[in-house]
């Protein structure tokens, strides 16, 4: 599934970059995972190089800085590794799993759908085998009404009624005692009960959408199904647990002008008594629960078939969308992905695609980005629609998350985690997946470029906080799920197969793909299984070098200076943006797999020591630690180092990932103290003449957390946006307004991101276009503004206007036809510095007017606004139980971290003195990233106290 956000918002109050500010999470998840709450959560820290900093106060200074953390989860040992890591995250986790002593062969479901009550029918009989005899049975089940249930063994048929049927709610569970204990072997259990489509976009729910009949705009509502990571309880009683695989025979009964669709092809249909259509489909796959899926509406589709590469068999492939959406124009990238993507991935893995069709499916209501249920995948509109006037960012978003989705369906569908513990497994290799193979159909887009800056960046920024969590880490309760589908699953994961495979090599990781796959097809597998097939395919250490990166969190900041001898000099110590390691963390030593640039060519190295020397090529100049950023590590560089690669960065001689990457690990040096703000922004002069939209994206974002941490200064606020309308004005007269002939699609990009940074930042020369062009878009002449532009000019006329302007961009949401559109006005509306606007965004956000699933768009910028981060957080901790029906948990999970945009310590006080009130259920979803928001505003403050005053002497200048 995608969880990863698409909105990336950015620190600096109003201000943040509008070429990352892309339609929906990432990010999935990539989740889509969508990253409306992935802010850059880089964090500050304190350190003994800065003079007056609570390190060099001894005993009484160290002891203030651990009491602003003394709310922070404490350590244990874990015996496997040695190593310190969070309580929560050991393997002694006890599981709240189901008994094993009835466990499920086949379900055949029978659900019939009323669209006018929002209320659905179910028979579900289930063949399943009694592993122990037992006269109890218990499976999972939520928000279902039961009217009995039928057991038979051996002829014996046992019934059941509604009373002896025992539901909990909290457990999420449904069980019945029989009169008899059930004898070993096999057994049928048939339930009849009535569920609901609600409302909460997870299990079996309804989605609104609008047609045009006859020249009105008509409300309809269409079924669907997100079942991922344990919902389908909500649709059928059923063991949900990754590990029982079973196979589904499905019928739907629904009303006659509609559509219904299902994992697999029809194969009858009949008219019921009632009137209604009943539809049969083909039997599954063996598989998990949460891959079944449906969904029943009006339905308009494109069609492609192609061959299988290994047996030549037909495959089906259609795109899907609710009726008017004009699926043929908006579904064609997404089909041209499909249609590419399937063969690729048969020849990599060695195996054809098992099913005899493929179906994809713009949903309009989604909570995630996307969801890769077998045979059926569903996405959100912005994550699947595009067409040729979309922007750049927002046709690579939708193949990326396509070809995310297609990857699962052999890495997570055909083998899947055995279980939550190893999620990262299907994540981090469909992101993976993803990038790899997108980069071979588009080169042009350089999108592991785009990785770098952006999701690799948030992994280790996420990951440097105290309350991060391990990859590989172990859930006990349903409720906790939703907490890993993080950066560090999905980017972090996939950060750590590309070292492994840079490692490795490629050939060797596409023959244990191969093996793994033939060992594990409709099965389970674990993180141990990954690592045993690519060490016999590389003949590699891979157990011994990978074991502590997905089992212990964090990861380690390399030192690097020259020696009198004209070595390198490498040091490794742990990556803390919260305060320095402990002295148990810094015994922490990383096996790493690097790669090091230098102008005389690579040089590769498996660092094992707690310092390392390196020999620098003969006659070499200069030598960039971690090339391409395959390492999962920051590099600081030392004295001669650093001003030897700084002239080769000026001159072109490094590549733009690596220009991308060193900039980044020096803008997380600056968060954590390890470099000052003053002379980040110095370094960065260096890239004036930069050309390229990664570079600028990843000096964007550095400026934006100085930015954001002089937020509480109005004079620093200034000085900040003088020094970026500066930094910036070299690209911007270069690009122009204008899209110039013979532009790629990076330039769109750059110039998107260039001209509305300096609008966002009050430029008079580009604000006053960006009025000029605004204008003209709201008369109806939208070819004065490329999709590209859009989101920056949106946010700066909205900033710097007043009421006019901020209800002109709510009528455009209003009138928006693409999904796209309404998200970006959204987020503009929240950029208003009128505090009157700022809580009528607020109400808007949970109106009527603003689907449940874009809410949180305009919230977070709301949030973020440095005018209306106290109006957010007091409005979401007052209205929370209202916030958390309303939104759900997977996005209400996403949002909560938004509290934490705060600098001030009594804020964080507040939200932790708040959170202890709200019901123990409820925090499952959200403890750790509350603990996040806590941790950051800390962060923040300490940066504030170090940096602020040096920051702003800098400017005057």
């Excluded at 799993?97 to 086949?106: A, E, G, R, S």
């Excluded at 059923?238 to 299902?262: G, N, Q, R, Y």
């Excluded at 070595?567 to 943006?577: A, G, M, P």
Aim: glycine share 6%.
């Amino acid at each position: 599934m995608l969880r990863r956000q698409a909105l990336l918002l950015q620190r600096g109050g109003a201000v943040w970059n509008p070429v990352l500010t892309v339609p929906h999470h990432r990010r999935c998840a990539r989740c889509a995972n969508l990253r409306e709450n992935m802010r850059r959560q880089s964090a500050a820290a304190v350190c003994p190089s800065i003079p007056g900093s609570l390190w060099n106060g001894g005993a009484e200074g160290n002891s203030a800085l651990r009491s602003q953390f003394r709310n922070v989860s404490s350590n244990i040992q874990d015996t496997e590794t040695g190593s310190n890591i969070m309580a929560a995250e050991t393997t002694s986790i006890k599981r709240h799993v189901l008994p094993t002593n009835v466990l499920p062969k086949h379900y055949n479901l029978k659900l019939d759908v009323n669209l006018e009550k929002f209320t659905f029918l179910g028979e579900c009989r289930v063949d399943a085998e009694v592993n122990t005899a037992t006269d109890e049975i218990t499976v999972n089940a939520a928000e279902l009404t039961f009217f009995g249930a039928v057991v038979v063994q051996e002829g014996v048929e046992h019934k059941i009624s509604a009373e002896d049927i025992k539901l909990s709610d909290e457990d999420e569970r449904v069980s019945f005692k029989l009169p008899a204990a059930l004898k070993q072997g096999p057994v049928t259990i048939t339930y009849n009960y009535e569920g609901i489509l609600n409302d909460q976009m997870k299990g079996f729910y309804r989605s609104k959408y609008t047609v045009e009949e006859d020249g009105k705009k008509v409300e309809k509502y269409m079924a669907t199904t997100q079942f991922e990571a344990a919902d389908a309880r909500r649709a059928l009683p059923c063991w949900d647990e990754p590990l029982h695989k079973a196979t589904f025979d499905v019928v739907l009964v629904i009303p006659e002008s509609l559509m219904a669709l299902s994992n697999m092809q029809e194969t009858s249909e009949e008219k019921t008594d009632t009137g209604k259509r009943m539809v049969t489909y083909a039997t599954t796959p063996k598989m998990s629960t949460y891959l079944l899926a449906f969904a029943v509406g009006e339905f308009d589709y494109i069609e492609s078939t192609i061959k299988t590469v290994h047996h030549s068999k037909n495959n089906r492939i259609r795109v899907y969308a609710t009726k008017g959406t004009d699926v043929s124009v908006k579904g064609k990238l997404a089909m041209e992905v499909a249609e590419k993507c399937l063969p690729m991935y048969e020849k990599f893995f060695g195996v054809d695609y098992p099913l005899p069709k493929c179906d994809l499916i713009a949903i309009p209501d989604f909570a995630s980005g996307a969801m890769e249920n077998w045979g059926l995948i569903t996405y959100r509109e912005t994550c699947m629609l595009c067409d040729e006037s979309s922007s750049t960012r927002s046709r690579v978003f939708v193949a990326l998350v396509v070809a995310h989705e297609l990857a699962h369906q052999w890495f997570g569908n055909l083998v899947t985690m055995e279980w939550w513990k190893e999620l990262w497994l299907n994540e981090s290799f469909a992101t993976y997946m993803e990038f790899d193979f997108v980069n071979q159909l588009f080169p042009e887009w350089q999108v592991w470029t785009q990785f770098v800056a952006e999701d690799y960046n948030s992994a280790l920024t996420l990951d440097s906080l105290q309350n991060s969590h391990p990859v590989e880490v172990d859930v006990c309760h349903a409720q906790e799920i939703d907490e890993i589908f993080d950066d560090i699953s999905y980017a972090k994961g996939c950060s750590l197969m590309r070292m492994a495979i840079a490692w490795i090599g490629e050939e060797s990781f596409q023959k244990a793909m191969v093996q793994y796959m033939a060992d594990h097809a409709y099965g389970n597998a674990t993180t141990v299984d990954l690592w045993n097939s690519l060490e016999k395919q590389s003949g590699m250490p891979v157990r011994e070098v990978m074991a502590d990166w997905t089992k212990v969190q964090g990861y380690p900041v390399l030192t690097a200076e020259l020696t009198d001898s004209g070595d390198v000099e490498i040091t490794q110590n742990r990556f803390l943006s919260a305060r320095l390691p402990s002295e148990e963390e810094a015994k922490q030593v990383w096996n790493i797999p690097i790669v090091m640039g230098t102008d005389k060519g690579p040089v590769k190295h498996l660092l094992k020591e707690k310092v390392s020397t390196v020999k620098m090529p003969e006659g070499a100049k200069w030598m960039k630690l971690n090339l391409n950023q395959t390492s999962l590590c920051r590099v600081q560089y030392k004295g001669k180092l650093l001003e030897n690669l700084a002239e080769a960065c000026k001159k072109g001689e490094v590549s733009n990932v690596d220009r991308t990457g060193i900039v980044g690990d020096m803008s997380a040096l600056t968060t954590a103290g390890l470099m000052s703000a003053v002379d980040f922004l110095k370094f960065v002069k260096y890239f004036e003449d930069e050309e390229d939209v990664a570079v600028w994206s990843a000096i964007e974002s550095g400026v934006s957390e100085i930015m954001h941490m002089t937020r509480s200064s109005e004079e620093g606020m200034k000085l900040m946006h003088a020094y970026c309308i500066k930094l910036f004005n070299k690209i911007s007269t270069k690009l122009g307004w204008e899209p110039a002939a013979g532009d790629d699609d990076r330039t769109k990009q750059l110039r998107g991101t260039v001209q509305g940074m300096l609008a966002c930042c009050g430029d008079e020369t580009a604000l006053k276009t960006a009025r000029e062009r605004f204008e003209k878009v709201r008369n109806g002449d939208k070819t004065v503004l490329t999709a590209d532009m859009r989101a920056g000019v949106y946010r700066a006329v909205v900033r710097f206007g007043g009421k006019a302007e901020w209800e002109a961009v709510k009528e455009m949401h209003e009138t928006a036809e693409e999904a796209v559109e309404k998200v970006r006005c959204l987020r503009s509306m929240g950029s208003t510095k009128d505090i009157a606007l700022l809580k009528e965004s607020i109400d808007y956000a949970v109106s009527d007017k603003t689907r449940n699933q874009d809410s949180s768009s305009l919230l977070a910028a709301v949030s973020i606004n440095v005018k209306g981060t106290d109006l957010f957080r007091e409005y979401f901790t007052s209205k929370w139980d209202f916030l958390f029906k309303k939104l759900g948990t997977v996005l209400i999970s996403r949002l909560v971290g938004s509290v934490g945009d705060s600098v001030d310590r009594k804020d964080a006080d507040a939200i932790e003195a708040w959170w202890k009130t709200v019901d123990e259920i409820q925090r499952k979803t959200a403890d750790r990233n509350v603990a996040q928001a806590v941790e950051n505003i800390h962060l923040y403050a300490n940066f504030v106290e170090r940096d602020q005053e040096k920051v702003i002497a800098y400017l005057k200048q």
